[in-house]
């Protein structure tokens, strides 16, 4: 079984900073692709940065130049890094992986960690 665990989340001022982390833990997996999508209120789910196993890392045009994302191959853990950060930055951030175990190939999907952007 595989599981996607996210840390990091909080309250935070305008201009400020946060770093989410989310880990895969489980047995006999192979990690693709891992990212971070969003979700506002009364918003869709949308993505803000995904990376690939090699390190190739795409952003959407809102978060570039503000936002980083790496990742840790040796800990299956997934990063991003958040700096100037604005008040619409608010959202439930989810962290994916695109894994392949014995039995299938399919994204997993972390818990959610709440990001608030506020003073």
């Known amino acids: 079984q595989v599981q996607l665990v996210e840390s990091g989340g909080g309250l935070v001022q305008p201009g400020g900073s946060l770093r989410l982390s989310c880990a895969a833990s489980g047995s006999r997996f192979v990690i693709y692709d891992m990212g971070w999508y969003r979700q506002a209120p009364g918003k869709q789910r949308e993505l803000v940065a995904s990376?690939?196993?090699?390190?190739?890392?795409n952003y959407v045009d809102f978060v570039k130049g503000r936002f980083t994302i790496s990742r840790d191959n040796g800990k299956n853990t997934v990063y991003l890094e958040m700096n100037s950060l604005k008040p619409e930055d608010t959202a439930v951030y989810y962290c994916y992986a695109d894994i392949e175990t014995m039995l299938h190939r399919r994204h997993y999907w972390g818990q959610g960690t709440q990001v608030t952007v506020s003073s």
């Open positions: 990376i690939t196993s090699g390190g190739n890392t």
